[in-house]
């Protein structure tokens, strides 16, 4: 009798992109962004990562370039989809909405505040139409959800 092969599943890998600023979360603008860090947020990402049975892989640039750079290798890297807060960069950057077209992979962005009750010049996103969906205004929330929106789409 044959024996029977285990198959050894892959977990399928996440990547967290976080844009300019967002590494001062904790520090600026409380009454927008609230009191939490970037730290608090990434291990409530990784929690939820692991209920999921995603690995997940959290960048952090405050450079327009090295976001593309970190999209562009996401391609490379056999991962699933991109959870994605391009922050400053949702209103002005044609190059990361045509770096997550490139990686044809899917892709959820997240803000902490809702970017529809601010300035008037936050109300367009450029790379929402890249992705999947968009979550906005549910603080760290906003993250959860999209991971959980994420995984489920993939």
Known sequence: ????????????KILVIHGPNLNMLGKREKKIYGKISLEKIDSGLKSLAK???VE????????????VNFIQGAAKNETSGILINPAAYTHTSIAIRDAILATKLPAVEVHISNIY??????????????????????GKMSYLLGLMALVNRI
């Open 117 to 138: 009750q601010r300035e008037e010049f936050r109300h367009k996103s450029l790379t929402a139409p890249a992705c999947i969906g968009q979550i906005t205004g549910f």
């Open 1 to 12: 009798m044959p024996k029977k092969r285990k198959t050894k599943h892959k977990k399928k």
């Open 51 to 53: 209920e999921l049975n």
């Open 56 to 67: 997940l892989i959290s960048k952090q640039s405050n450079i327009e370039g090295e976001l």
